[in-house]
C-alpha cells in the first residue's frame, strides 16, 4: 500500500521520505547538544544530519509508523511503572543476603511482523520487567529471554503473559490497523 | 532563600542519593550474581534506573534549560543504548555457554535433549575448547564424511 503511493514519487522522494524522521531526529540532537535554539545551530544541525545520511545511508525502516496519543500515553506510563519497579526488585535481589532465585530461558510466540514494533517490543523487554532478550527468530517471530526471579512453572507463565501484555500495548500505540487486528484475532484464538 | 527552594533542593538530593544508590546495588549485582546473564539485569535495570533518577535530580538542581537538554540526551541515549549491549553481550555468552544450567529451571531456547552440557558448568573462559574434544571430533568427522558422500552423490 505505502510502496504504490511512493514508487509514483520517484526514487529521490522515496528516500528522502523514509529519511526524514532520521533527518529530524539528527537536527534535534544537534540542537539539544548545543543547548540553545538558534538558527544558525538550526542551519549547520540540517548541513550535519544531511551529510550523515547522505555519507552513512541506512535501510528505510518501514511499517508500523504512527502515533496513537492516549495508547502511546498509557504505553510510556505503564514503561515508567516498570521501569522503576523492575529496577528496585533487581536492586533489592542484589543486597538481599539470600541472593537471586532461580532464572530460566523461554521462548515467547508473538504476533506482530514488523521490525519497527518488534524492535521497540525487544528494547522496552530487556529494560523492564525482569526479561532480557538474548535471541530474537525473525522468521518465526519469537523471542527468547531470560527471565530473573522465577521459582515454578506458574511464574514462568506470568512472565510469558507479561511479555504479551507488553507487546499488546506497543502495538496498539505504534502499530497500524491491521497490526492491531492481528493481536485481538491471534489472542482470541490462543484463548 | 524560600521554602520553595528548599523543598527543591531536598528533593534533588533525594534523587541524587536514590540513584547512586541503585548505581552501587548494579555494581554488587554484578559481585553476587553468578553467571553472565544475570550480571547482565543488574547492569541494565537499577544502572539506567539510577542514571535516569541522577539525570532528573541534577536537573532540578542545576539551573538554565541548556543543561537540562543535555541530561536529557543522556538519558535518552542511556535508554536506547543499554537494552541493546546487553541482549549482545548475554546473546554472545549463551552461545558460548557461559550459562550456570543449575541455576535455569527451564531452557526454552536450547532444542535437543543430547545436547545438554555434562561437563561445563557455566563462567568457562571465553576460549574454553568443546566439551569432551574426542566426542566433538568425532561429531565433527561424521559430519565432514556425509558431506563428502552427498557431494559424491550429486556428482
Not at chain 1, 511503572?81 to 533489592?92: H, N, Q, R, T
Not at chain 2, 538542581?61 to 553481550?89: D, E, I, K
Request: aromatic share 4%.
Amino acid at each position: 500500500m505505502t510502496t504504490d503511493t511512493t514508487d509514483t514519487a520517484g526514487p529521490v522522494a522515496h528516500r528522502f521520505r523514509h529519511q526524514l524522521p532520521l533527518l529530524i531526529w539528527l537536527v534535534l540532537v544537534w540542537n539539544l547538544l548545543w543547548g540553545t535554539w538558534s538558527w544558525a545551530n538550526l542551519l549547520s544541525g540540517l548541513a550535519v544530519a544531511l551529510a550523515v545520511t547522505v555519507l552513512l545511508p541506512l535501510p528505510p525502516v518501514t511499517g508500523g509508523s504512527r502515533l496513537r496519543p492516549l495508547p502511546t500515553l498509557s504505553f510510556l506510563g505503564w514503561f515508567v511503572v516498570d521501569l522503576i519497579s523492575s529496577g528496585a526488585l533487581v536492586a533489592w535481589q542484589t543486597i538481599r543476603p539470600s541472593g537471586i532465585d532461580r532464572s530460566a530461558i523461554i521462548t515467547v510466540q508473538l504476533r506482530t511482523d514488523s521490525d519497527l514494533l518488534l524492535t521497540i517490543v525487544a528494547e522496552s523487554l530487556s529494560l523492564v520487567p525482569g526479561s532480557m532478550v538474548i535471541d530474537m527468530d525473525r522468521e518465526r517471530r519469537t523471542l527468547a529471554l531470560h527471565v530473573l526471579h522465577v521459582r515454578d512453572d506458574a511464574d514462568v507463565e506470568r512472565q510469558r503473559q507479561s511479555v504479551l501484555t507488553q507487546e499488546r500495548r506497543v502495538v496498539r500505540a505504534f502499530g497500524s490497523p491491521a497490526e492491531v487486528a492481528a493481536l485481538g484475532t491471534a489472542g482470541r484464538s490462543a484463548a | 532563600m524560600s521554602a520553595l527552594e528548599v523543598a527543591r533542593d531536598a528533593l534533588a538530593v533525594v534523587l541524587l542519593l536514590s540513584g547512586a544508590l541503585l548505581c552501587l546495588t548494579a555494581g554488587l549485582g554484578l559481585l553476587r550474581f553468578p553467571d553472565v546473564l544475570t550480571r547482565m539485569h543488574a547492569g541494565t535495570k537499577p544502572q539506567v534506573l539510577g542514571v535516569l533518577l541522577i539525570m532528573v535530580g541534577a536537573a532540578i538542581r542545576l539551573q538554565g534549560w541548556s543543561a537540562t537538554w543535555m541530561l536529557l540526551l543522556v538519558a535518552v541515549f542511556q535508554m536506547l543504548t543499554a537494552p541493546v549491549s546487553a541482549h549482545m553481550v548475554s546473546r554472545v555468552a549463551y552461545r558460548r555457554r557461559h550459562v550456570r544450567r543449575d541455576r535455569l529451571l527451564v531452557d526454552e531456547l536450547h532444542t535437543g535433549a543430547g545436547v545438554g552440557d555434562r561437563v561445563y558448568r557455566g563462567d568457562e573462559p571465553a576460549d574454553a575448547p568443546p566439551e569432551e574434544p574426542g566426542a566433538a571430533l568425532r561429531e565433527s568427522r561424521r559430519e565432514g564424511r556425509r558431506e563428502g558422500r552427498r557431494e559424491d552423490g550429486a556428482g
